[in-house]
């Protein structure tokens, strides 16, 4: 085979298996963010036929079942890729060594990833590019192996605080539920204990879910309760306790909101969702004054001690939902996950009071 045709070969292998380490390590070992091109090109492409399937006349369970499978088939995706690409990096490779033909190099190579030990090369170079493949191979199906436990451990953590969300905001998980189950067993102090919760919910998502950004695809267990919808749940909570309920505004419950629209940027510049740099707290919010004063009116009717002035209570929610409400609706489009509607609050049944006898 001529020498420029070897000369050329080696180059383009070496190139294109660097490309894949880089990719793998990247997306697998790399404990920061980082915008792999090729992984975010294999998602993007997965993405559409997944989107393509679930189009939106589909009822939201069988988007939600479809979707649930998307994640997991970007993961095997990357590593069918990865090992694809490098049996034709080596290959290429093989050809530089000295392989006779294209086939013969290609047949070489497959044997020596997969360590089939079928067809092996000639002379000292072609050895050594055979074991150096085989222990390529074997790293990334090892790196594979060893990031599920790792994958899997954040998303227990992370569904754990969602699942515990429903004993106290119903499912799917509503702010008013939230604030309504406090004034349901008497427990306004108790709510310092969820704010704190979310506040490192929030701190622990923003680190896992940028890093391994997969995970921001993984869907909850349950169609009707979302890891989407549950921080938002907790973060209009917060901001609705702090702007309306008639008792001492928690400092515990800002900082959640703080946690959670820092995080939520976080996610925003990965996914180059956009959203103001400035907050103009007069531009306005997703939420109208009409669904704002109907959950107002349903927290009145539970019992929820609300201040006097509503027109200050809808600025100080405004003030506080500016920070992530373009974030947040976008992630309910770029997640697909059913948005809160607030009109819901005038229609749902009130709870009941839960901690006295006879109730």
Partial sequence: MAIWIRVLSGAGGLVLQLLVLDAAIRTFLLPRVANVSLSRAVARGIGGVFRML????????????????????????????????????FTLGFVAAGVPSFERAFEISGSSLLTLGTSSGHGSGQVLLSFAEA????????????????????????????SRLSVRAGVPATPWGVLEMAQSVDSYERLDELWREWEQWFIEVGETHTTLTILNYYRSPSPDQTWIGAAAAVLDAAALFNAAVDVTPSPTAGLCVRSGWLTLRRLADYFRVPYPSTIDRTVGISISRREFDGV????????????????????????????????????YQLFTCPRTDWNEATVQPLFGPSNKRGS
């Fill in 54 to 89: 679930a189009n939106s006349k589909r009822s939201y369970a069988v988007r939600d079942a479809i979707l649930s499978l998307y994640a997991s088939v970007t993961l095997l995706t990357y590593q069918a890729l990865w090992l694809a690409l490098s049996v034709v990096a």
């Fill in 135 to 162: 222990g390529i191979g074997l790293t990334l199906l090892a790196l594979l192996i060893a990031f599920i436990p790792t994958l899997y451990a954040a998303f227990q953590r992370r569904e754990i605080s969602v």
């Fill in 296 to 331: 107002l009116d349903r927290l009145e009717r539970s019992g929820v001690p609300l201040v006097a002035d509503r027109e200050a209570a809808w600025c100080d929610f405004v003030g506080w939902r500016a920070n992530y409400d373009a974030i947040i609706e976008a992630c």
